[in-house]
């Protein structure tokens, strides 16, 4: 059992300790580190290629291509968990005309991606 002096301290130092770890995006990979290669979309869209991937997928539709605006993008896997991608216009736009756009993925699950799109 903890005394009260150490208690105190635990209770002083510990939570900024956390924080600090956490404020930083973490690049933990937690798959295999060999990315496939990226896919075309099914419609003829552009998928992306996910850094430290392990089954995620995402991909830019043609019509979103053709018609750009500022794009939220999902990537996915199972039921596990979820990590989202926002794009600019302008990010779309260098997409949609063959430019390489590496972006990072939100963290969840304690870790993100980086997403490259035209590699």
Do not use: W
């Amino acid at each position: 059992m903890k005394g009260r002096r150490q208690f105190l301290r635990d209770a002083i130092y510990l939570p900024p300790l956390i924080a600090a770890l956490f404020a930083a995006p973490l690049m933990i990979s937690c798959g295999d580190d060999e990315d496939p290669p990226p896919a075309s979309g099914e419609d003829g869209g552009i998928s992306g290629a996910i850094g430290g991937n392990h089954g995620h997928t995402v991909s830019i539709t043609q019509v979103q291509l053709d018609t750009p605006t500022e794009l939220t993008l999902t990537l996915s896997v199972g039921l596990s968990h979820t990590h989202t991608l926002g794009l600019t216009l302008q990010q779309v736009e260098a997409i949609a005309g063959g430019t390489t756009v590496p972006k990072l993925s939100s963290i969840n699950n304690i870790h993100n991606h980086l997403v490259t799109f035209n590699v």
